[in-house]
């Protein structure tokens, strides 16, 4: 039973140190968002280095925070499906291509 | 009656009634913010021009809020870990920590609300306001909403700690999965409203 709790302390010291690298990650990250932007990159890179950016910062959120790197698979299925109905939602605008709205 | 799979989790599920419940709620978030960003694609694109955001927004007090907001979701979990450790004192200082911080990130909206205003700048006065305003002014009431949830935790909520630990640790896990969704949703909103 002694050694159990110990294992259990050991476990809990090593997700501390993953939540600090992450931290500081995150803040290293938000330092790259902004100094990217000042360069006033053409608007179609700008968005692709900064969802990019986010993406990743969000990734770590999500895995490490929320535990999703290690959460059940029932979890993973219900997440996998909000995926595909908000890529979906995300792909709405470009069905207005065809109408002519983005042609001026 | 008691609340069933609080503390054992179901044997079909894998899981608490809690997490299965606030991850589901998460999922319908997502739709929620995606719906907005959705539509915020479609007016930008349709758009002949858009201003950068950073012409009309204040991007260090932004940059400091997301500094701010990152650092909360760091105490949110620094707290559940401290529970694991059964430390409640620990918790306690996280768990105000997390508040606090929350506390300083709609102080900073409010000063970047109150100077749009002064300079006459409304929802109603362009459409890159309207998106800012309604994308912000959401995710603002969603801070709030974990703020308050905490404090209960932090407070009368930390109770159930002396009588079902356990139980009280899956609560502010489920918070803090709230939380952490909060500062995701800010990730994002950050850069597209604010520096493209």
Redesign the interface.
Known sequence: MESTTSD??VD?DH??RI??T??VA??VL?IV??AV?RFHLP?PV??GV??L??TV??SL??CY??HLISE????IA??A??AV??IA??A??IL?VHDG??I? | MDIPYTVEVRRDTGLTNGKIGIWLFLASEVMLFGALFASYILIRTGAPVWPRGDTILNVPLATFNTLVLISSSVTMVMAWASLMRRRLGTFRIYMGVTILLGFVFLTVKYFEYSHKFEAGLFPSTNNFLAIYFTLTGLHMLHVFGGMCVNAYLLGPGSKLWETNPKWFTNRVENSGLFWHFVDLVWIFLFPTLYLL
Do not use: D, E, N, R
């Open positions: 259990h302390a809990i997700h501390v939540y600090i992450v931290f995150l803040m938000t968002t902004v932007s608007v700008a968005v900064a969802l950016v986010a910062k969000g959120v999500a925070f929320m059940k698979k029932l979890i219900v997440l499906l909000t109905f908000f939602l995300m709405l605008p207005t709205y983005w001026h």
